[in-house]
């Protein structure tokens, strides 16, 4: 398959996946900004005010970086461990798998459909927020590449998750106990600085950390860690997710006998 | 002038430890119109599923207008074109956008995409669907769908693995007429199918496959060439208790005025009716029994099966 060909099956792939959660928009764009929209109004006017300041920032301030960030983490996953799932139960990946579109090809498209949704509902909570909150972006380029590669590395955990996954209790699994968790222990609502030198440690070990906070870095200015450490790490997570993805799609694994 | 498909030694063990192929050979030439026959189980679809990718292959070698598959697979998937048994598109999604989605994965420029669906849901009565889901159509239509989509990149190899099941007489009959177009203008054809019917009337070459192997390999027409037999049903103006006495022709009754005899290869049917005139009785109508292949492919399956019980016997002893 000539390179130019490759491209127009990437675009099939992301127009396709584009569609289908548009089409959707009442289960997969509305439902993350109306939880925001409560997320702001319970941490932000109701129960913010009473916290106070968090590195310096009043508490709506502070968390609203991690928000947007969950926002896109959650969003990029589910898009993609459904949609391929989807694609798997009525078996209409095999219109893909029968094609000479290349493994590369395939997981890039179901990526950009992830990455589509995650970063729509990121840009959606980040006006909502604007209602709430008065920070201001100190580092657009840190924001920028952090949100890419966040939403592109949980866009190719969700491949993975669906290519795992036998039945439609397979695909909540991963999002409501380790996903959730994770993020909620992420440093969304707090900074670590708070907790002692042994759970400071812990969470170190917690991906969406660092993803968090170079996030809010790029927002706030802040960080409870080394930003450039941080974009170090969401890199090589996302590389070893995309190695481990190919490698599935080239074995076959659930996908041919 | 290259095989269409060229498949030597082709293996295959599922995971479950069952061996679906055992090592087949087949060729299959460019413009052939062929059947592959086969029970259940007997590794057609398996053989179907090596040739999409959805299957891989335990061993042995597979060419696709001379492309090997472990060399080239995507360059042999340009040329093959899959009708799958079991409905495999979004049910949610229209049927439209089906076909020119389906161009997109082979490459093609959106336009040419959409010509090409235009064209193909047209010739397949689909065209007036076009904006329907495809959850809304019937089992019939949605088959036609399905060769529209596997028309769509304009192969050279079309596979369709039981395209008429579950499809009424009339539908049936036009879709073999669509496929004997398209046969007529030069894509090479490959068809499973249950209906012995639609392979003796469609199909030049034969493969019969059980049990993992290929039992025979040749034409139609020197197939049917090897049946030295003829069953007809045939119906009397009159009616009887018993069978009528017709000395070499072994009748049944089927019901109080109809018969079945056997006739042998060779044997002039006026023998037939002269004995039916000298009995007295009178005949309305005359019918084959059954598919003259059907019968030919009864009789292989259990001369195979009988060779495979005397092989292992002799294994056991």
């Given at each position: 398959?000539?390179?130019?060909?490759?491209?127009?099956?990437?675009?099939?792939?992301?127009i396709?996946?584009?569609?289908?959660?548009?089409?959707?928009?009442?289960?997969?764009?509305?439902p993350?900004?109306?939880?925001?929209?409560?997320?702001?109004?319970i941490f932000g006017?109701?129960?913010?005010s009473?916290?106070?300041?968090?590195?310096?920032f009043?508490?709506?301030d502070?968390?609203?970086?991690?928000?947007?960030?969950?926002?896109?983490?959650?969003?990029?996953?589910?898009?993609?461990?459904?949609?391929?799932?989807?694609?798997?139960?009525?078996?209409?990946?095999?219109e893909?798998l029968?094609?000479?579109?290349?493994?590369?090809?395939?997981?890039?498209?179901?990526?950009?459909g992830?990455?589509?949704?995650?970063?729509?509902?990121?840009?959606?909570?980040?006006i909502?927020?604007?209602?709430f909150?008065?920070?201001?972006?100190?580092?657009?380029?840190?924001?920028?590449?952090?949100?890419?590669?966040?939403?592109?590395?949980?866009?190719?955990?969700?491949?993975?998750?669906?290519?795992?996954?036998?039945?439609?209790?397979?695909i909540?699994?991963v999002?409501?106990?380790i996903?959730?968790?994770?993020?909620?222990?992420?440093?969304?609502?707090?900074?670590i600085s708070l907790?002692?030198?042994?759970?400071?440690?812990?969470s170190?070990?917690?991906p969406?950390?660092y993803?968090?906070?170079?996030f809010?870095?790029?927002?706030?200015?802040?960080?409870?860690?080394?930003v450039?450490?941080?974009l170090?790490?969401?890199?090589?997570?996302?590389?070893?997710?995309?190695?481990?993805a190919?490698?599935?799609?080239k074995?076959g694994?659930?996908?041919r006998? | 002038?290259?095989?269409?498909?060229?498949i030597?030694n082709?293996?295959?063990?599922?995971?479950n430890?069952?061996?679906?192929?055992?090592?087949?050979?087949?060729?299959?030439?460019?413009g052939?119109?062929f059947?592959?026959?086969?029970?259940?189980?007997?590794?057609?679809?398996?053989?179907?599923?090596?040739?999409?990718?959805?299957?891989?292959?335990?061993a042995?070698?597979v060419?696709?207008?001379?492309?090997?598959?472990?060399?080239n697979?995507?360059?042999?998937?340009?040329?093959?074109?899959?009708?799958p048994?079991?409905?495999?598109?979004?049910?949610?999604?229209?049927?439209?956008?089906?076909?020119?989605?389906?161009?997109g994965?082979?490459?093609?420029p959106?336009?040419?995409?959409?010509?090409?669906?235009?064209?193909?849901?047209?010739?397949?009565?689909?065209?007036?669907?076009?904006?329907?889901?495809?959850?809304?159509?019937?089992?019939?239509?949605?088959?036609?769908?399905?060769?529209?989509?596997?028309?769509?990149?304009?192969?050279?190899l079309?596979?369709?693995?039981?395209?008429?099941?579950?499809?009424?007489?009339?539908?049936?009959?036009?879709m073999?007429?669509?496929?004997?177009?398209i046969?007529?203008?030069?894509?090479?054809?490959?068809?499973?199918?249950?209906?012995?019917?639609?392979?003796e009337?469609?199909?030049?070459?034969v493969a019969?496959?059980?049990q993992?192997?290929?039992?025979r390999?040749?034409?139609v027409?020197?197939?049917l060439?090897?049946?030295n037999k003829?069953?007809?049903?045939?119906?009397?103006e009159?009616?009887?208790?018993?069978?009528?006495?017709?000395?070499?022709?072994?009748?049944?009754?089927?019901?109080?005025?109809?018969?079945?005899?056997?006739?042998?290869?060779?044997?002039?049917?006026?023998?037939?009716?002269?004995?039916?005139?000298?009995e007295?009785?009178?005949?309305r109508?005359m019918?084959?029994?059954?598919?003259?292949?059907?019968e030919?492919?009864?009789s292989?399956?259990d001369?195979?099966?009988?060779?495979?019980?005397?092989?292992s016997?002799?294994?056991?002893?």
């Open positions: 398959m000539k390179a130019a060909e490759q491209l127009i099956a990437l675009q099939t792939m992301t396709r996946e584009t569609r289908r959660f548009l089409r959707i928009w009442t289960q997969t764009l509305l993350p900004v109306i939880t925001m929209v409560l997320y702001f109004v006017s109701l129960i913010g009473r916290i106070g300041q968090m590195d310096g009043n508490y709506a502070f968390v609203a970086p991690g928000l947007i960030m969950m926002a896109v983490i959650t969003n990029s996953y589910s898009n993609v461990v459904s949609s391929f799932f989807g694609h798997k139960f009525q078996r209409h990946i095999e893909i029968v094609s000479p579109t290349p493994n590369y090809i395939i997981l890039a498209g179901f990526v950009s992830g990455m589509a949704r995650g970063l729509l509902v990121g840009l959606f909570v980040t909502t927020s604007v209602f909150t008065d920070f201001q972006i100190q580092h657009p380029l840190i924001v920028l590449i952090t949100v890419l590669l966040t939403s592109a590395l949980f866009s190719v955990a969700g491949l993975i998750n669906a290519v795992f996954a036998k039945t439609f209790d397979d909540s699994i999002p409501t106990f996903l959730t968790p994770l993020t909620y222990l992420g440093g969304v609502f707090y900074s907790l002692s030198d042994f759970w400071q440690t812990v170190q070990a917690n969406i950390l993803m968090v906070n170079a809010r870095y790029g927002f706030l200015g802040i960080s409870d860690i080394n450039t450490a941080a170090v790490i969401i890199f090589l997570f996302t590389l070893l997710l995309i190695v481990v190919l490698h599935l799609l074995t694994k659930n996908l006998a | 002038m290259t095989a269409a498909l060229s030597s082709l293996s295959k063990t599922y995971n430890g069952f061996e679906a192929l055992k090592g087949i050979d087949l060729t299959v030439e460019q052939d119109f059947a592959l026959l086969g029970p259940n189980g007997a590794g057609k679809s398996t053989t179907i599923g090596i040739l999409c990718s959805l299957v891989r292959k335990s042995g070698q060419e696709v207008f001379g492309t090997d598959i472990d060399q697979f995507p360059k042999a998937k340009q040329h093959i074109g899959i009708v048994q079991e409905f495999n598109f979004n049910a949610w999604e229209k049927v439209f956008d089906i076909v020119v989605t389906q161009g994965y082979y490459g093609m959106l336009p040419l995409a959409k010509e090409r669906a235009e064209k193909y849901l047209k010739k397949l009565g689909l065209w007036e669907k076009r904006d329907q889901s495809s959850r809304t159509l019937s089992g019939g239509m949605k088959r036609r769908l399905m060769i529209a989509r596997a028309l769509v990149h304009e192969p050279n079309l596979i369709l693995d039981e395209p008429t099941a579950g499809v009424d007489i009339e539908l049936r009959r036009s073999w007429e669509f496929l004997k177009e046969n007529a203008a030069g894509t090479t054809i490959i068809l499973t199918t249950h209906y012995l019917e639609e392979a009337s469609l199909c030049r070459n019969i496959i059980d993992g192997n290929i039992i390999n040749s034409s027409k020197s197939l060439r090897e049946l003829e069953t007809f049903i045939i119906d009397f009159e009616e009887f208790d018993s069978e009528p006495n017709l000395p070499g022709y072994q009748p049944k009754l089927v019901d109080t005025s109809s018969l079945e005899v056997v006739v042998e290869k060779g044997t002039p049917l006026n023998d037939l009716f002269r004995q039916l005139d000298a007295g009785l009178h005949v109508s019918r084959n029994k059954s598919n003259r292949l059907e030919m492919f009864v292989m399956l001369a195979n099966k009988e060779k495979q019980q005397s092989d016997q002799e294994q056991g002893a």
